[in-house]
């Protein structure tokens, strides 16, 4: 049935219920399906009468006490829809795994990843469990880091859920970002398959597109992705290294600038940003964006390095030689310290070879956690 046939069948029925509660406005089973049908045509306000209703008239109703709840979380009230499910769920252990379900959805809306894991990780094997558990599952093991712990669930799950869209979406994120690259190819292109564009599966889909350097690809599925969420910083993040792999530059700078505000606390995003001012020769912004990479952990030596090659370029050779011995001695294969002997020889005069130096560089470098910055957007620090 097509999205307006369906949405029409809602109204119908939703129109014969308000009809029937008219005449038996008391009836807890129409209050039920009442709640429910508007908050599925997301009239919230008429469910939150009904609702307000339906506890005054039968405030021990658990059925009732459910569907009160999910007119909260429609209504992004998570704080006060958990104890609702918590109590439902206190009061009953062998509950439909439906409350499970919607008492993790609270918890990890309300930022308590491990929280909602915890909830959920007893009904991982539960036949019963539906979609919505499983990616919630795998979405609260990605925050948490678990990677191959989440890996491990997705493998469990084999073509369980692989109908889901969002399901195949979070699992190709996690996959992506555990290094599992050709599961989590299979799985964003599966969530991509129909008429849904899952954000999680854009955004897998770029950093695969950006680790092979297929520049053009990344940048379209990023800005689709920014299209569903303009705040999403990684996919900034993605769209700038995308730009510098294209060698726009000028193109690069805002959309790394704005990958920085999003997450601050991302060091490769401040890399890149520092390298972009680095080649287009804006060596005091270059060294605000390295200076911010450095306070974030000072024991990284690539940032080091990255000071020494701001310093080399502004010929302050005994600044450039100290940083750049700090980097090596905290990382013998430091690649921006060895760009910065580079620039003290004389070897990075030529601005071509340059471009292609720091290019290489940026391609290779390693953040303190393992990623390169070619694919830095394989881990949200901020969501």
């Given at each position: 049935m097509h999205t307006s046939s369906l949405q029409q069948d809602l109204v119908s029925r939703l129109e014969r219920t308000e009809a029937y509660l008219a005449s038996d406005p008391a009836n807890p089973?129409?209050?039920?399906?009442?709640?429910?049908?508007?908050?599925?045509?997301?009239?919230?306000?008429?469910?939150?009468?009904?609702?307000?209703?339906?506890?005054?008239?039968?405030?021990?109703?658990?059925?009732?006490?459910?569907?009160?709840?999910?007119?909260?979380?429609?209504?992004?009230?998570?704080?006060?829809?958990?104890?609702?499910?918590?109590?439902?769920?206190?009061?009953?252990?062998?509950?439909?795994v439906n409350v499970v379900y919607s008492l993790a959805l609270c918890q990890f809306s309300a930022g308590e990843h491990a929280t909602a894991l915890a909830t959920l990780r007893a009904y991982c094997d539960d036949p019963a469990l539906p979609p919505q558990g499983a990616t919630l599952l795998v979405r609260a093991m990605h925050q948490l880091g678990q990677y191959d712990e989440g890996a491990a669930l997705i493998e469990s799950y084999a073509d369980r859920y692989l109908d889901d869209a969002n399901y195949c979406a979070a699992a190709s994120l996690l996959c992506v970002d555990a290094g599992r690259f050709a599961q989590g190819a299979l799985l964003a292109e599966r969530a991509l398959a129909g008429d849904a564009r899952p954000l999680e599966a854009l955004v897998a889909s770029a950093t695969l597109a950006l680790g092979s350097a297929d520049a053009a690809r990344a940048s379209e599925r990023f800005t689709e992705a920014l299209a569903h969420n303009p705040g999403e910083g990684r996919s900034w993040s993605g769209l700038g290294m995308a730009s510098m792999l294209e060698r726009d530059m000028a193109g690069a700078i805002p959309q790394l600038e704005r990958a920085v505000r999003l997450m601050p606390g991302h060091i490769g995003s401040w890399h890149a940003l520092g390298w972009c001012r680095l080649l287009t020769h804006d060596v005091a912004g270059a060294e605000q964006a390295f200076d911010a990479a450095l306070a974030l952990d000072r024991n990284f030596g690539e940032s080091h390095g990255a000071m020494a090659a701001v310093a080399a370029r502004r010929s302050q050779h005994a600044l450039a030689a100290a940083s750049i011995k700090t980097a090596l001695r905290l990382d013998p294969s430091c690649l921006s310290a060895r760009y910065a002997e580079m620039v003290q020889s004389g070897d990075a005069d030529d601005p071509e070879r340059f471009k292609v130096l720091a290019l290489r560089l940026v391609r290779a470098h390693q953040t303190p956690d393992g990623e390169n910055l070619a694919a830095v957007v394989q881990r949200l620090t901020a969501h």
């Open positions: 089973e129409l209050l039920a399906i009442a709640i429910e049908l508007n908050v599925a045509t997301d009239d919230l306000p008429r469910a939150a009468r009904h609702a307000d209703h339906a506890r005054a008239a039968h405030p021990a109703d658990p059925l009732l006490q459910y569907r009160r709840g999910h007119v909260l979380v429609a209504q992004g009230r998570w704080r006060e829809a958990e104890p609702l499910f918590a109590c439902l769920l206190a009061s009953n252990p062998n509950v439909n």
